[in-house]
C-alpha cells in the first residue's frame, strides 16, 4: 500500500448512516449470531461479508487477520495471527440479507474499496494491545460511550455514534480503549486503497 493520503482520522464527508436502523438490526442479529472471540479476550467480531461460500473464512483466526506488535520492553516488532486477502471477501453472510446492514454495506462498496467488513465490540473497560495492521480501517460507531478512545500514536479521539464515517489510519501503531461501563460497538471494514475509488 502506497503513503496514506488522509490525516489518522478523517471524517467522511457528506456520507451518513442511521444510526437507529443500526442499532435495531444490531439487536435482531444478536438474537440469532454472537460475537467470536478467538483467544482474545475482551475481543469480539462478527462478520458481515466472507469470502463466497466459505464459511471457514470467517470463523477462527479470519476473525482477526495479521497484525503486528512490540510485546515487551525490547521493543522488538512481531507479527501475530494469519495474513488475510481481504479482496476475496466480497459476499454477504445470509443472515444480514434484508437487514440495513447489506444497504450500508452496499453503500460503502459503491464509495470505497473494502474487504472483510465486521461487527467488533470492545467489552466495557478493556483495551486493545498496541498494533499496527496492514490497512486504513473504515469505521462506523454503533454503541459507544465518553469513556471509549481511539489512540493513533500520540492522538486520542472519542468516535461519536451519530452516524458518521470515519477513516483511521491503523497502519500507525494504535489502540482502542473502552474506558466506560457499557459495551463499544463499531461497524468496521478493511480498506484495500488508501484512496477513494
Not at 442511521?18 to 444490531?26: E, H, M, Q, T
Not at 434484508?98 to 459503491?110: P, R
Request: proline share 6%.
Amino acid at each position: 500500500m502506497g503513503n496514506i493520503n488522509f490525516e489518522d482520522f478523517y471524517k467522511v464527508p457528506n456520507l451518513n448512516f442511521d444510526i437507529s436502523r443500526l442499532r435495531v438490526d444490531l439487536r435482531t442479529i444478536l438474537k440469532s449470531k454472537k460475537f467470536d472471540s478467538p483467544g482474545v479476550s475482551n475481543f469480539g467480531a462478527i462478520s458481515l461479508n466472507q469470502i463466497p461460500n466459505d464459511d471457514s473464512s470467517i470463523k477462527g483466526n479470519n476473525i482477526r487477520g495479521v497484525y503486528w506488535t512490540k510485546p515487551d520492553e525490547t521493543g522488538k516488532e512481531v507479527a501475530r495471527d494469519v495474513g488475510i486477502d481481504e479482496s476475496k471477501y466480497t459476499q454477504l453472510v445470509p443472515e444480514f440479507e434484508n437487514t440495513y446492514f447489506a444497504e450500508v454495506y452496499d453503500s460503502l462498496k459503491k464509495n470505497f474499496k473494502i474487504g472483510r467488513i465486521r461487527i467488533l465490540l470492545k467489552e466495557p473497560r478493556s483495551t486493545l494491545s498496541w498494533h499496527r495492521d496492514p490497512e486504513p480501517r473504515l469505521h462506523i460507531p454503533i454503541i459507544t460511550n465518553p469513556g471509549c478512545m481511539m489512540v493513533i500514536e500520540n492522538i486520542a479521539k472519542h468516535l461519536p455514534a451519530d452516524g458518521s464515517v470515519t477513516i483511521t489510519n491503523n497502519t500507525k501503531y494504535h489502540n482502542f480503549f473502552n474506558g466506560g461501563e457499557q459495551e463499544r460497538i463499531h461497524l468496521v471494514a478493511c480498506m484495500l486503497e488508501d484512496r477513494f475509488n
